[in-house]
């Protein structure tokens, strides 16, 4: 029952909107024409920002459910090599991945059979409960990154 109650939690919390703006309202509010700029001052874009919350979410979700999975490089692997994307199907399809993964790991929450204090399937000494902190938190932290960068670029 209590974990019922957890698994409840954080299926809410990944959603977002309980102490942060959702994702989803962000990236309505950017076009993909600004979301390479970066504004005064900093170092990434809004785009290098969303990429990374992509990159680590996927890389995350993989360590938990893939038959093989492989370790990214850090911090190579998990920041673009540009600040834009290179069209804006890109940008659109990188938004995609993003709501895919999030509906993965819901998924994996909501009809998974192990308990959240279980191993993942690439895990030595991690939970899965951890892992799911882990996306929550970056997510989270990173959600006010872009709330900052729009503000910055007046779109906020």
């Given at each position: ?67 093989e999975?492989?370790?990214?490089s ?60 882990l996306?929550?938190?970056?997510n ?17």
């Amino acid at each position: 029952m209590e974990e019922a109650l957890l698994k409840e939690q954080l299926l809410k919390h990944l959603k977002g909107g309980e102490a942060f703006t959702p994702v989803s309202e962000l990236l309505d509010k950017i076009s993909f024409k600004k979301s390479g700029k970066r504004p005064l001052g900093l170092p990434y874009s809004f785009y290098e920002v969303f990429y990374h919350m992509v990159y680590a979410q996927k890389d995350i979700l993989d360590f938990c459910i893939a038959e093989e999975y492989n370790t990214p490089s850090w911090p190579k692997d998990y920041w673009p090599g540009s600040n834009t994307a290179a069209t804006k199907e890109e940008w659109q399809a990188l938004q995609q991945q993003f709501y895919t993964d999030q509906e993965a790991l819901r998924e994996f929450i909501d009809t998974t059979d192990l308990s959240l204090l279980d191993t993942p399937k690439n895990g030595k000494e991690q939970t899965i409960v951890r892992e799911l902190a882990l996306v929550l938190e970056h997510n989270a932290y990173h959600t006010g990154q872009l709330a900052i960068i729009l503000r910055l670029l007046g779109l906020l």
